[in-house]
């Protein structure tokens, strides 16, 4: 009978020592989406051309350890046959390397518009993508922090963040149209500027889903609230008249 639990002590702690690996390549995920974010920016704002290889290069590390979670998924799934709270943990781990894997599929759209962007001239600073940047980089780190912490409620923080990331994407957006409408020259560097934004604006919805997980998978429970949404680009009508309205105002 000792032996028996022995045994079942063993299971029990490899099955755990799984899981703490599992989590392992999830928080080396998120440290590496935030600190490739960083240096994407870093690459923009000094049109650094080295930088922003090194960033589509280093975009590979994150696909190999989505393929890593998603393997040692798939054996947790098949040998342990997991229930309850360890299944959560299993399943939200694949869900959050799935969307740490797009957060860099984006940074690395970044670096190849700032490797673009600089064969061009450059444009009046735009000091909004920065911003932007470090609020959702912010998010990065509080909702991966969410998840080691089990936090629901940093997680609903970053939740609730979203909002005032889609209305900074809003408001420089219609800047970077106003910048086109004035000068025709600068429509090829704006367009790569509204690319950059938006994927900005992409990675902080994708780490709004990582909230959303961090929350299932505390509580067992979704979110039914309706997503807090502050972009209104799809729907935004500019005309002249608009752009007057703004009064020729480009500070960002």
């Not at 939200?92 to 799935?98: E, G, H, M, Q, V």
């Not at 979203?162 to 560097?189: A, H, K, N, Q």
Request: proline fraction near 3%.
């Amino acid at each position: 009978m000792g032996t028996g639990n022995e045994h079942k002590d063993h299971i029990v702690r490899s099955f755990d020592e799984q899981l703490d690996l599992l989590t392992q390549s999830i928080v080396r995920m998120g440290g590496i989406a935030e600190s490739q974010l960083s240096l994407s920016i870093q690459a923009l704002v000094r049109r650094d051309s080295d930088l922003a290889g090194k960033v589509v290069a280093n975009d590979a590390e994150l696909d190999r350890l989505e393929h890593q979670v998603d393997e040692m998924v798939v054996r947790l799934l098949a040998l342990r046959q997991p229930m309850a709270i360890d299944l959560r943990d299993v399943i939200s781990a694949l869900k959050i390397s799935s969307d740490a894997e797009r957060i860099g599929d984006y940074i690395r759209n970044i670096a190849k518009r700032t490797l673009a962007l600089n064969q061009l001239p450059p444009i009046k600073p735009l000091y909004a993508i920065p911003r932007m940047a470090q609020l959702v980089e912010t998010s990065i780190k509080d909702v991966f922090d969410a998840y080691v912490e089990r936090d629901v409620e940093r997680a609903a923080e970053v939740w609730r963040r979203d909002e005032e990331v889609d209305e900074m994407y809003t408001s420089l957006f219609r800047e970077l149209l106003t910048y086109m409408m004035e000068d025709p020259r600068s429509i090829t560097t704006c367009t790569h500027l509204l690319f950059i934004a938006k994927n900005i604006e992409r990675i902080g919805d994708h780490a709004t889903n990582i909230a959303e997980v961090v929350t299932f998978l505390v509580t067992g429970k979704h979110l039914t609230e309706g997503r807090p949404k502050g972009d209104t680009t799809s729907y935004t009508v500019f005309t002249q008249d608009s752009q007057e309205a703004e009064g020729g105002n480009h500070d960002a």
